[in-house]
């Protein structure tokens, strides 16, 4: 602080330490003679605009900023999003599905900033895999012999029983 008068001095508080909303400075201008003045303003500093996020977690796990997506498990109805804000006075919300359709489902993410205005979507994928379609037969085999489907497989007169063994594709 410069004074208008060289042998003045001037000391100021409430500079430092400021918190969001209004804050007082004071200078006080003390003369050669002893005498001295308080000036006061205020700072007023704004909330936060910030809405950044640091990570997305699905189901407890990582899943990133960029191109946030998931896979889980046929058998997983629900998934659990959750956002890491990086600023802790900023607020999220959470909208989609709540049971997971098989394939892919979205998520998204809505992050309103400290300042109660700002917003930004984030949105996250989370692909339940499908259960599998295939009727397809790998292989066949009757007694120890592999066959091939729809054939016939001959056995002795009076063989009541066959060992068959059969996998999927």
């Known amino acids: 602080v410069v004074t208008a008068d060289a042998k ?3 000391v100021v508080t409430g ?3 400021l918190k969001v909303g209004t804050n007082t400075v004071n ?6 003679n ?3 003045e308080i000036f006061s303003f205020t700072v007023n500093v704004s909330k936060s605009n910030n809405t950044s996020l ?3 977690l699905v189901n407890g796990s990582s899943v990133g900023l ?3 997506s998931a896979t889980v498990a046929s058998s997983a109805s ?3 999003v959750v956002a890491i804000v990086a600023d802790p006075e900023a607020g999220y919300l959470v909208t989609g599905p709540q049971t997971l359709a098989y394939g892919a489902n979205e998520f998204v993410i809505t992050v309103t900033a400290a300042d109660g205005v700002t917003t930004a979507e984030y949105t996250v994928s989370v692909t ?9 037969l790998g292989t066949l085999s009757v007694n120890g012999t592999t066959i091939a489907p729809e054939a016939t497989f001959e056995v002795e007169p009076g063989i009541t029983s066959v060992a068959v063994v059969a996998t999927a594709a």
Do not use: F, H, Q, Y
């Open 27 to 32: 200078v006080v201008v003390t003369a050669e």
């Open 66 to 68: 960029v191109d946030p």
């Open 128 to 136: 339940r895999t499908p259960l599998s379609a295939n009727t397809d």
């Open 8 to 10: 003045s001095t001037a």
């Open 15 to 17: 500079n430092t330490g």
């Open 78 to 80: 629900e998934a659990s």
């Open 54 to 56: 640091t990570d997305i």
């Open 34 to 36: 002893g005498d001295s």
